[in-house]
Nanobody, 117 residues
């Protein structure tokens, strides 16, 4: 099993910044992908950004140029730096951990990000 501990959500004004963190623990895989997804009320969960254990990244078009995903493999932690936040970024943000060569997928409990206009 893999446990994910998220932190860093909160309330911020439009144009502000927040940094999310997600630390993975337990039976980890050497080859893995970590990422952030979000779900707004009444909407489906959507990809925000992902990063492989080798450092390759992928972003949703809506956050390109504003959000940066990074990871510290020594700490098994992934970060999401969110700048120039917009009200439409308001959502619950979920950390996701998956093994590259198996179907194992784990989710964090979610952290609320609210951007006021």
């Amino acid at each position: 099993q893999v446990q994910l501990a998220e932190s860093g959500g909160g309330l911020v004004q439009a144009g502000g910044s927040l940094r999310l963190s997600c630390a993975a623990s337990g039976s980890l895989f050497s080859a893995n992908n970590m990422g952030w997804y979000r779900q707004a009320p009444g909407e489906q969960r959507e990809l925000v950004a992902t990063i492989t254990s080798g450092g390759s990244t992928n972003y949703a078009d809506s956050v390109k140029g504003r959000f940066t995903i990074s990871r510290d493999n020594a700490k098994n932690t992934v970060y999401l730096q969110m700048n120039s936040l917009k009200p439409e970024d308001t959502a619950v943000y979920y950390c996701r951990y998956s093994a590259t060569y198996s179907r194992s997928v784990y989710w964090g409990q979610g952290t609320q990000v609210t951007v006021s206009s």
